[in-house]
């Protein structure tokens, strides 16, 4: 009894999905509260449960597609009224699991919340604090970063010497494309929203040439002029406009890996492509994917990108939100081409 008494408990702050969504997600679609207040200690035992604090909460687009009622796909629709899901890192407070121990420092699915009970410990990973930030475990170590590797090496079947177009450049995924396919001894160009972003993915990411796409008038004549011989490889982070104009400007056998769709708006009412006859008279293999398919590669994909960080050979670019006040704002931005880098929420100190 005199033990119970010990227990501490915590106010738990938390982003809570307010309704499903039509159009572009708002803020007004989440809300920052105060929840029940919580004690820092896991279920008893048996439950195999862990109580983690976050520290970290990656911003993703495919979280939109959950924000729909929607059942018919690989994941299920949030819960409205209550929190968010998503990537974090996070540290384990109290656990009833010989696996996470209180101090571990973890990876996986957890709650846009101060605190959070985790019951399903499939997707859960216990990471080693070292000389590579702790947030890039959401970003460069996580699902973005696997995203890249997966994509470019198992869908795109690059060669060296081909000429390679990423969308959404300076993203979480598209930035680390972009590095790979320069490490494969590729032709990169990145199309992206900004003068600033185009100046990051020449200066800063290594792209061999970097456009803003809203200045531009003509979207197949934009990639006609970067790639006058055409397109061998296209990594498609938006969908639309940018997908129906690399169609045009694709070479025969040219591969294009569908990763996301983040210019639709909204998922309930899509826009159709006009240029898929291409498919047949160029023989391009376009394929959609999920970085869940390959996670048997996850361990050498740590391994690869962990060297080639730790050599200088790629950066990666965060955007850091501090507080879980931000978390809506810095979500919608998203959608609105607002962020630069990967897009990550600062819930607490490490």
Same mark, same amino acid.
């Given at each position: ?154 869908? @795109? ?19 680390? %494309? ?7 001894? @590729?032709?990169?160009?990145?199309? @992206?929203?900004?003068?600033?972003? %185009?100046?990051?993915? !020449? ?44 169609? %045009? ?9 569908? @990763? ?13 492509? !006009? ?39 790629? %950066? ?29 929420? !600062?819930?607490?100190?490490?």
């Amino acid at each position: 009894m005199e033990e119970e008494c010990l227990v501490q408990v915590e106010e738990n702050k938390q982003v809570i999905f307010r309704g499903f969504v039509e159009g572009t997600p708002k803020e007004t679609d989440l809300q920052v509260v105060v929840g029940k207040k919580i004690e820092l200690k896991a279920p008893p035992k048996g439950s195999g449960a862990f109580l983690v604090k976050n520290l970290y909460l990656s911003c993703d687009p495919y979280m939109r597609g959950r924000m729909r009622d929607f059942h018919d796909s690989y994941l299920p629709p949030f819960l409205p009224g209550q929190p968010l899901q998503g990537f974090g890192v996070s540290k384990v407070v109290d656990s009833d699991n010989p696996n996470f121990k209180p101090g571990d420092f973890i990876s996986g699915i957890t709650g846009w919340e101060e605190y959070s009970l985790i019951r399903t410990t499939e997707l859960s990973r216990k990471i080693k604090p070292n000389d590579i930030p702790l947030s890039y475990h959401v970003g460069l170590l996580g699902m973005p970063g696997f995203t890249a590797y997966a994509g470019f090496y198992e869908v @795109c079947s690059p060669k060296k010497g081909e000429s390679v177009l990423v969308s959404a450049a300076s993203g979480a995924v598209g930035q680390l %494309v972009g590095q790979l396919a320069k490490l494969h001894g @590729c032709y990169v160009v990145g199309s @992206c929203g900004s003068s600033q972003k %185009v100046d990051l993915l !020449r200066n800063k990411l290594g792209f061999d040439e970097a456009f803003n796409y809203k200045e531009e008038p003509d979207l197949g004549a934009a990639l006609k002029r970067y790639f006058p011989q055409g397109i061998d490889i296209y990594f498609d982070n938006v969908g639309g406009d940018m997908l129906d104009a690399a169609l %045009v400007n694709m070479k025969i056998h040219g591969r294009i890996a569908v @990763c996301g769709m983040v210019s639709e708006k909204n998922l309930s009412d899509p826009q159709g492509i !006009r240029n898929v006859y291409n498919l047949i008279t160029k023989r391009i293999r376009m394929q959609g994917f999920l970085q869940s398919d390959y996670i048997h590669l996850f361990p050498r994909f740590l391994e690869h990108v962990i060297s080639y960080y730790k050599q200088g050979k790629i %950066v990666y670019i965060e955007d850091m939100n501090e507080g879980l006040e931000s978390a809506p704002s810095a979500f919608v931005g998203l959608f609105l081409g607002e962020n630069v880098g990967k897009q990550v929420i !600062r819930v607490a100190p490490e």
